[in-house]
């Protein structure tokens, strides 16, 4: 299916579903109205089909007509009702108490959701943590688990972090089909409260954590974080060691501690705005080591984001 999304951001955790995938949870979803949380290309699909639905996605760039740019982790639940919800939270059993209460508040009693949800072999504390969240589900809800039903295309971020580059190994999911009984208590989820600009430039994504300065010159310094590895992060995990300290981050995975953070803002928003890509490379010069397009753009966009 044809998409006008840039390429995945790993600050988003967009695993998109294979469209093997797209087919079988769009058939599930049988009548009326559908919440899409979180899984752009179910939504994309139920669209196509003429169905109703709705989806809610930080990220501002989707392929539907009913979008609601919304953080779930920061907002209330909708005062709405939906038969069907497809949710496809980050893989965190914080994320899931959070993302499956707003869902089922936003929805109703006796609407059925249908939850992605990481395998028993995805980390060492899988299978208590999921025996952990299917407690709290049956205090509110009937639930019935499909082994390894779904998968994902792996993301370039992904596939560029290991050797073969042509690998298309898929990652695969569990489907957990929940029918809300009663409503549970509204969940709270911590988040860092870190600003991020955002920018796109063509299908090309760039994230810069918004801090103090380590200098206050008018040029940049980008720091790798493991030299031997160039400027890629060889991981894709939020619990990864030292990845509190990346500042700057690319669609492709590249990686950086930013001693200036707020100039690099100041010369990715002339870029933006005057295409200037000039200024750019003489104030920032190690960022031409990146995949960064340069300019004429086919499309260009800026946005914040709090995480």
Known sequence: MKTIRPNPHPLDYDWRFTEFTVNYLASLCLVGKIL?????????KLTEQGRDV???????????????????????????????????PPWYLDTYYRWLSWAAISSGVNTKILLSIWLDSTRPLAIEEKKELFTWITSWADIEVI???????????????????????????????????????????SIKGEIWHRYIFN??????????????????????????????????????PRRDKIQLWSSENEVAIVDNPSTLIELLDNLLNEDNFDILKNHANSILEWNIP??????????????
């Not at 989806?55 to 939906?82: A, G």
């Open 147 to 189: 082994k390894e039903a779904l998968s994902y295309e792996m993301p370039n971020f992904e596939k560029i972090i290991l050797e073969n580059k042509s690998t298309n190994k898929l990652r695969h999911g569990d489907l957990a089909i929940i029918t809300v009984k009663s409503l549970p208590k509204l969940l709270h989820y």
């Open 36 to 44: 899409s949380v979180g899984a752009p290309t179910i939504a994309a």
């Open 294 to 307: 340069a300019p004429p753009y086919k499309r260009k966009m800026k946005w914040l984001q709090n995480c």
């Open 203 to 240: 299908s090309y994504q760039l994230a810069i954590k918004q801090e103090n300065n380590i200098n206050t010159s008018s040029n940049v310094e980008l720091i790798k974080l493991e030299e031997k590895n160039n400027w890629v992060w060889q991981s894709v995990s939020r619990r990864a």
């Open 54 to 88: 709705t989806l809610v996605d930080t990220h501002p760039i989707q392929d539907v007509k009913k979008h609601l740019r919304l953080d779930v982790n920061l907002v209330q639940p909708l005062n709405d009702n939906f038969e069907y919800v497809v949710i496809d």
